[in-house]
């Protein structure tokens, strides 16, 4: 066997680094930004994670999962290549076409991650003669998928209709193809967009919509199925929040696939997911469509966070929200960064989100809501902040 070889304190080889990259880290480090990987501690009440109803450590995924892998001959663990390649296999074409039934639209398509689905999708679509409109607080993977399109792009105010209307007014006959992206469930407010409103505008204007589901599927409605009925384009739904999983799919039309198949580029360079992955995603919607009890659980903690943060006069902070995010401004990276060193100390992992996630004095608490947290537990969190706050 061979031996790994003990660090020792001589340099090593690849201790180099360039300047001009130290000072991008040393600015960060001055202004309180600087990002640290920490190891979650499972000791603390969990009110940090995506995982809003349990799923990532609910024994019947795996179960189920197991299952799914018995019931196909010859499956290797890996992918072997990409889906254009080796790695395209029956349980994950049987996969994407359960979703699309599921889901009830003409195709379903895999992709690694919600932030490959995004950055593929949106990165393939936007051509030089097209024009992207966006909300302003649209997700990094949207933002970084506009990036590298060629189409022309402009953000329009968080979920400011009229002049999101004002500008397809504008723009309608200046450019060839119009798309407009914006989410369900917005990742850093937790608000929500009006689906029916936006997919009216659009359809009035002759433009196409992106919609992004990653926070809404499981927490405001149990299985967003309901979104179906509406003329989307192109519909984005990822597996690691709810369904306590990793990849994401993409939904729309039959031909929507066969272009991502042939231009996305997140879709065609990369390994395709391992079985396993794949059947976990799938034991993980299985089980969704059975979880009426965490989905209700779930609304009740939300309305019940709410009620309490009323009863410590703490609604003023927190950023109006209906979904499992609830948001406190607090402002500055150090007092947010403080605030929640005092939580944990007190036994509760909520998790600061610093600038430049979100806009300089817009630093803030955020709070993802769980079907497991205890009554309990949100009174006393939300007790303790009101009196980190006083
Ligand atoms: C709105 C939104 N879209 C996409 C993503 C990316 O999804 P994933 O974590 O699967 O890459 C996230 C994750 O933070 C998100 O919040």
Known sequence: ??????????????KIFPSTLKLKLDERLSNGSFRELTI??????????????????????????????????????????????????????????????????????????GYDANLGLIS??????????YDALCHASIRDGIGLSKAKSFKFPHKDFENLKAKLAKFQSEFKTIYVITEQVFSMDGDQTDVKEITEICNDFGAYLILDEAHAVGTISQTNVENSNYNIFARVLTFGKSFGAHGAVIFGSSELKDYLINFAKSFIYTTAPSSRNIAHNWAAHLLLKDSIDEFEQLQFNIAYFKEISSKFNLENCFIESYSAIQSCVIGGNNQVKNISKQLEMKGFDVRPILSPTVPNGEERLRFCLHSFNTKNEIYSVLENLSKLLL
């Open 40 to 113: 979650k501690n499972a000791d603390l009440v969990d009110f940090s994670s995506n995982d809003y109803l349990g799923f990532a450590s609910n024994e019947n995924i795996e179960k189920l999962a197991t299952s799914k892998i018995n019931d196909y001959k010859d499956l290797k663990f890996g992918a072997t290549g990409s889906r254009l390649l080796s790695g395209n296999f029956p349980l994950i074409e049987d996969f994407e076409n359960y979703l699309a039934d599921f889901y009830q639209v003409e195709s379903a398509t895999t992709l690694n991650s």
């Open 124 to 133: 393939a679509i936007g051509q030089r003669q097209d024009l992207i409109l």
């Open 1 to 14: 066997m061979t031996k790994i070889p003990k660090k020792t304190n001589q340099i090593l080889k690849n």
